[in-house]
Nanobody, 115 residues
């Protein structure tokens, strides 16, 4: 299993970013996918999740209405569209899945929201 995130960077408050997570080594379309984040000195937290076919999505209260998770099963990729970014969204963002009861994470991508 390989998971690779991309799309992070520095953005001003109120700006937008789209993160991508490319996955391989397993049947992508059969597995739920999630985005987590970890800010300095804080625990890793769930940001958003999406079921295998994309029919159900869930979000942390802190990002509801601003972030959208989606997936393209033809490209084995999951996305996180982040709008109206706030300084408190600054964190390393990780893509996650579970395959045969084993947790898999990407290396993370840094998102920094600052003026």
């Amino acid at each position: 299993v390989q998971i690779v995130e991309s799309g992070g960077g520095l953005v001003q408050p109120g700006g937008s970013l789209r993160l991508s997570c490319a996955a391989s080594g397993f049947t992508f379309s059969a597995h739920d996918m999630s985005w987590y984040r970890q800010a300095p000195g804080k625990e890793r937290e769930l940001v958003a999740g999406i079921t295998s076919a994309g029919g159900r999505r869930n979000y942390a209260d802190s990002v509801k209405g601003r972030f959208t998770i989606s997936r393209d099963n033809t490209k084995n990729t999951v996305y996180l569209q982040m709008n109206s970014l706030k300084p408190e969204d600054t964190a390393v963002y990780y893509c996650h899945t579970t395959v045969y009861y084993q947790n898999y994470w990407g290396q993370g991508t840094q998102v920094t929201v600052s003026s």
